[in-house]
T-cell receptor
Framework: QQPVQSPQAVILREGEDAVINCSSS?????VHWYRQKHGEAPVFLMI?????EQKGHEKISASFNEKKQQSSLYLTASQLSYSGTYFC??????????FGTGTRLTIIP | KAGVTQTPRYLIKTRGQQVTLSCSPI?????VSWYQQTPGQGLQFLFE???????NKGNFPGRFSGRQFSNSRSEMNVSTLELGDSALYLC???????????FGPGTRLTVL
C-alpha cells in the first residue's frame, strides 16, 4: 500500500524546475506533502483534498489526479533552500497517512 | 507557541529490554500520530490517537503499543526490543487528523 514516489533522487541547479510524482494503488482521499532536511523533522508543505481543494503556505504547487490515483508536486525556479527529502503521504479515508519512501532533492548553485 | 516535544532525544538499549517514549503535542492539538523512520523504509505509520482513543494502527507487531492521556500527551512503548527496532521515532500533532501535522524532533533509539 506504500505509495511509489518518482524520481527517487534528483539533482538540479538553482533556478531549474522539478516535478515529484506520487502514485498509489488505492483510491486517494487526500494527499499530504512534507519536506525533511537532513537531521531535522519533516515540515508540512501542502494538503490536496479530493475535489481539488488545496491547502498550503509555500510557493510550491501540486496537482491531484483522482482517476490516476496520483499526485505531483511542482517546484519552480528552485532555490538552495528547497534541498531535502520530499515525502508524499496519501490518506485513504482513515486516520492514517501512508508515506512514500521519499524523493531526495539536491539543489546546487 | 511551543512546538512538539519528544523525550528522550536519544536512547541506547539492549535486545530484550523495553522502552517508553514520550510526546507532548502543541497546546490545543488533540490528534497525535507516531511514525518509525528508517533509511530503507522511510516513514512508517505506527498509530494515531485522538482524545485518548487509538483510532488507527499501522502494521507493526503487538510489541509496539501506545496511549494518550487526557492532556493529549502521548507515550509509546516497545517491549522485547529487537535489533531491527533501531530507528528514529517521530510523533506529530494536529488539531484534528487530516490537518497539517507538526512533527517533533524525534527520539533516536539504538538497540544493541
Amino acid at each position: 500500500q506504500q505509495p511509489v514516489q518518482s524520481p527517487q533522487a534528483v539533482i538540479l541547479r538553482e533556478g531549474e524546475d522539478a516535478v515529484i510524482n506520487c502514485s498509489s494503488s488505492k483510491a486517494l482521499y487526500s494527499v499530504h506533502w512534507y519536506r525533511q532536511k537532513h537531521g531535522e523533522a519533516p515540515v508540512f508543505l501542502m494538503i490536496l483534498l479530493k475535489g481539488g481543494e488545496q491547502k498550503g503556505h509555500e510557493k510550491i504547487s501540486a496537482s491531484f489526479n483522482e482517476k490516476k490515483q496520483q499526485s505531483s508536486l511542482y517546484l519552480t525556479a528552485s532555490q538552495l533552500s528547497y534541498s531535502g527529502t520530499y515525502f508524499c503521504g496519501p490518506n485513504f479515508g482513515n486516520e492514517k497517512l501512508t508515506f512514500g519512501t521519499g524523493t531526495r532533492l539536491t539543489i546546487i548553485p | 507557541k511551543a512546538g512538539v516535544t519528544q523525550t528522550p532525544r536519544y536512547l541506547i538499549k539492549t535486545r530484550g529490554q523495553q522502552v517508553t517514549l514520550s510526546c507532548s503535542p502543541i497546546s490545543g492539538h488533540r490528534s497525535v500520530s507516531w511514525y518509525q523512520q528508517t533509511p530503507g523504509q522511510g516513514l512508517q505509520f505506527l498509530f494515531e490517537y485522538f482524545s485518548e482513543t487509538q483510532r488507527n494502527k499501522g502494521n507493526f507487531p503487538g510489541r509496539f503499543s501506545g496511549r494518550q492521556f487526557s492532556n493529549s500527551r502521548s507515550e509509546m512503548n516497545v517491549s522485547t526490543l529487537e535489533l531491527g527496532d533501531s530507528a528514529l521515532y517521530l510523533c506529530a500533532s494536529s488539531l484534528e487528523f487530516g490537518n497539517e501535522q507538526f512533527f517533533g524532533p524525534g527520539t533516536r533509539l539504538t538497540v544493541l
